[in-house]
């Protein structure tokens, strides 16, 4: 039975298309592109010779139709975006409804994606994440999903142009507090890939008159994670000073370590572990 094959493609470094993505585009009968003459780029690259068909937001609700079409006569039909894992900001979900909905499989090929290449890179948690793409440039909604980031317990990732990162950071900062750790990757995959990594308060000076090249996605810290982030950091400053102070008393370290265990919760390793290192100050 014919499927569609939604495939994922290079967001820059042209090695990191799979093998399964080559093979799956060269059998297709069609493939769907945003760009037809930027896939049709790709695709020579690959060696690969194929149909190709314009599937973009101005055309995507009649071309679904189309593809339910294609689909009823046999053919397999490959959906691709410009670059990365398409419906992640692109275009393609009304197609993938309409195939599902007429009852036809729908079969990921998955690749490159800057969404989890920013995310997994940022040295921020990944377990908990929301997407948000592209936030709305002005208006009521954006300044409702800047709320929404700045409450969210876990990491919020995101899309932006380069020529408004800027004010998206000084929004950001606004809402969200300027201590708030963010990530700004760029040209991911690509020769001059950059993590800049910081506060939103330094990242939204640093970028307030400077217009970074390629394209950029910004991960922002949870307010959960900053909380327990700061609830950790004072638990062992307390410790700390608990501990010299205790010892300065005259308390053996064994007592010391428990009082640390009684009053703060520690661990008993840890607790042993700061006493024997502030005995040995």
């Known amino acids: 039975m014919a499927a569609l094959y939604i495939v994922s493609t290079p967001i820059g470094n042209l090695g990191d298309i799979t093998r399964r993505a080559v093979e799956v585009l060269a059998s297709a009968d069609v493939v769907l592109a945003e760009d037809t003459r930027r896939t049709g780029m790709l695709l020579k690259h690959l060696g690969v010779e194929a149909r190709l068909v314009s599937a973009h937001e101005h055309n995507e609700a009649a071309r679904a139709a189309t593809v339910v079409e294609m689909l009823t006569e046999g053919k397999d039909v490959a959906l691709v975006s410009d670059a990365g894992t398409p419906l992640l900001s692109d275009p393609g979900a009304r197609i993938v409804q309409r195939v599902v909905e007429a009852g036809f499989a729908v079969v990921p090929i998955p690749g490159a994606s800057a969404l989890l290449s920013a995310l997994v890179g940022s040295a921020l948690p990944a377990e908990r994440f929301s997407f948000y793409a592209f936030l709305p440039r002005k208006g009521g909604e954006r300044t409702e999903l800047l709320r929404e980031v700045a409450a969210a317990r876990h990491t919020s990732v995101m899309y932006e142009s380069p020529n408004r990162l800027g004010r998206l950071l000084a929004n950001l900062a606004a809402e969200c507090g300027p201590e708030r750790r ?77 009082e640390l265990r009684q009053r703060l919760g520690m661990a008993r390793n840890a607790a042993y572990a700061l006493v024997q290192e502030v005995a040995g100050e």
Do not use: C, I, N, W
Not at 237 to 250: D, T
């Open 182 to 258: 963010a990530v700004v990757a760029r040209e991911l995959t690509k020769l001059h890939e950059e993590f800049a990594r910081g506060t939103l308060g330094e990242l939204a000076e640093r970028y307030a008159d400077e217009t970074p090249l390629g394209e950029v996605v910004v991960v922002v810290e949870g307010a959960g994670e900053g909380v327990e982030r700061a609830a950790e950091e004072g638990t062992a400053e307390a410790a700390l000073l608990l501990a010299r102070s205790l010892l300065a008393q005259g308390l053996s370290p064994s007592a010391v370590a428990r």
